[in-house]
Nanobody
Framework: QVRLVESGGGLVHTGGSLRLSCAASGIIISIFDMGWYRQAPGKQRELVAHITSGGTTTYVEPGKGRFTISRDNAKNTVYLQMNSLKPEDTAVYYC?????????WGQGTQVTVSS
């Protein structure tokens, strides 16, 4: 059974930082492209950051320059370092893994940024 378990969310003040983790089981993430998405209340889910199996990263506004995605294949874990957080970053953050026609999602972790 494949599981992606996000952790590290919580409540933080504007300007603060959080580091999200996504621990995978049932798959070997080294062959997977991994990503972080987020969904705010009343909005569509949107891509935040992506990292290929080869380590190439892609960032989408408005996280570009503030967020960093990384992966530790030995720990089968992907991270999202989020700095200079803003209230508009408040959302549920989801981890995803893609390989060929296979796609897996985690259950999400809540990030709340207070003003």
């Amino acid at each position: 059974q494949v599981r992606l378990v996000e952790s590290g969310g919580g409540l933080v003040h504007t300007g603060g930082s959080l580091r999200l983790s996504c621990a995978a089981s049932g798959i070997i993430i080294s062959i997977f492209d991994m990503g972080w998405y987020r969904q705010a209340p009343g909005k569509q889910r949107e891509l935040v950051a992506h990292i290929t199996s080869g380590g190439t990263t892609t960032y989408v506004e408005p996280g570009k320059g503030r967020f960093t995605i990384s992966r530790d294949n030995a720990k089968n874990t992907v991270y999202l370092q989020m700095n200079s957080l803003k209230p508009e970053d408040t959302a549920v953050y989801y981890c995803t893994a893609h390989y060929s026609t296979s796609a897996y999602w985690g259950q999400g972790t809540q990030v709340t940024v207070s003003s």
